[in-house]
């Protein structure tokens, strides 16, 4: 989804029963749809899971942020 000029968020939707299992999931698909070769680079990366995230999941979600610079959140 475009944001702005430059700014692209893209959204991997999962239905999978825990916020592990949807993060597990989406992260692969997410990430090809940002830095595949000639994809608009993401500034956000949104992981919408049905399951709420837990403090582990928040906690794995801040370490790829902070380690890699990735822009995941979860929704």
Known sequence: MRRAA????YYEIITAYSPRACLR???GE???YAYW???QEASRLIICGEAALDDEG???LR???ERFRL?????
């Open 6 to 9: 430059n700014e692209f968020w």
């Open 58 to 60: 928040a906690a794995y």
């Open 63 to 65: 370490h790829l942020n």
């Open 37 to 39: 070769p000639g994809a």
């Open 25 to 27: 999931e989406a992260i």
């Open 30 to 32: 997410i990430m090809e």
């Open 71 to 75: 822009p995941f959140a979860y929704e």
